[in-house]
Structures are given as structure tokens and as C-alpha cells.
């Protein structure tokens, strides 16, 4: 039985979901969703806290956290609330909590935002990067190869973003561009991952049709709860892989 771990019975997965009623344009909620699926599947268990403006975010409480996409205005709205969240969440991370921000996500993930008028938008500064309006919009279907902690696999999505993002040394490209944009115009990678914290423009939402990229955050998570190296059974995934193969297709690739 999966879930009997060292003394360890229904082991419970803690996962935060940052401002879902604010950030959550492009069906985000589904990612949560497949994180708690394919932990049920397995035999674990999960909590969802929902964590809003003016909540307590303590860094003790979860294993995994999650932020999805938003419009400019409600992105705008949460960063106060973010900011002064900031140092817990960044505890978190060095914590090795699981993280994954889509979208307005990995802006706000960041060091910096710089929008179109020139205004800045502080970020929580888990991830080593900034991100500054642009004046073309990056949008359309998009497929990256990844290769992250000895995993290499094809994540594929949907991207649409005004938000030029430009990483520093610290943090490492989520995958490289095989068709699409990415996080600018120029560098042909896509997203970033420093320690345990995955940020990315894809979504639509992204894990449905990402089975290997969902399994390696709730890897993740599971090691941050038992202090212990985990490897996850294999699932039937043939409606995800389907409906990955399908995405890649519509991108123009080769399956």
C-alpha cells in the first residue's frame, strides 16, 4: 500500500491554493483538482486550504503551493497582501515546500513587475527574475522540453501574456521552446524552477494534459511531508496522455 510510509498511514498532503477567487481566469482550478486525483489514486490523502487577502499564510502548514493566473486589475489587488506574505512564503521555499505559479504567478513569483506605464509591482522573490510589459502580446499554443531533477519530458499549454520575463543566475529555464514564445520574445526557454519552485505562462489549465510535470510537484510535495525519498506508482494515464499527444499536435509537432 502506497500510503504506508515508514510508520507514515493515509499520508496527508497540505496544499495551499493562493487567492482562487481572484486568480483563476484560464480554468486554474483544475490543476488543483489533478493534484488531488492522482494523490487519491494512490492512496494518499490531501487538504486544501484556501488562503485569500488577509489570510494567515504559515510556512509550517503545507507542502504545496499553488497560485494561478489572474487579470492585470485582481493582480494588482493581491500583491499588497502578497508582499507582506512574502517572508513566509519565501521560508517556505527554503523549506523545499512545493511550489507552482502560472501565469500572473510567475510574475508575482519574482523579483519585479514593471508594467506598461512604468509602475513597479514588487514580488515574493522566491524565483530570480523580473518581468516587464512588453508592447506585443505573446499568445497561442506552445510546447517546451523540460528536463528537471533528472526528469526530462514535453509540457505543452497555452500561453497569453503581455509580460516580457527575463531570468537571473539563480534560477534555471523550465524547458526549452519547441514551439511558441515563452517567457520573451528572445530567449526561446520557458518558465523557471529555483529549489523546489516551479513558475510558468502555460496553462489552460496545464496539468491535465502534463501527467510527468504534475507527478514530479507531488514527488515534491510527499518528500517535503515525510522527510523521506519518494517514487510514485505508475497511473493509467491514457485520457492525459491523449490529450497531451493532442496538444502537441495542434502545436505542430511530431508526436
Known sequence: NPCLLEGWQMTEVRICHLYPNHMNIYGDRGNISVLTKRLQWRGYSSSVTNVGIGDKFSPDDFDLCYLGGGQDKDQNLIAFDLAEKAPAIR??????VSFLWVCGG?????????????????????????????????????????????????????????????????????GKVLHGYGNNSFDQVEGAVQQRVIGTYLHGP?????????????????EHRISESVSLEKLDDNFAVNAHKRAVSRAGLKR
Do not use: C, M
Request: hydrophobic residues 40%; negative net charge.
Open 91 to 96: 521560508s517556505a521555499a527554503d523549506d523545499g
Open 106 to 174: 510567475i510574475q508575482l513569483a519574482g523579483k519585479r513587475y514593471v508594467d506598461a506605464s512604468g509602475s513597479e509591482l514588487l514580488g515574493v522573490g522566491i524565483l530570480d527574475l523580473e518581468t516587464i510589459a512588453g508592447t506585443e502580446r505573446l499568445i497561442g499554443d506552445i510546447a517546451i522540453r523540460s528536463s528537471v531533477d533528472g526528469r526530462e519530458f514535453t509540457v505543452v499549454g497555452y500561453e497569453n501574456h503581455i509580460g516580457q520575463t527575463y531570468l537571473g543566475s539563480d534560477s534555471r529555464p523550465l
Open 206 to 222: 496545464l496539468l491535465p494534459k502534463n501527467p510527468d510535470l504534475a507527478d514530479l510537484i507531488l514527488t515534491w510535495a510527499l
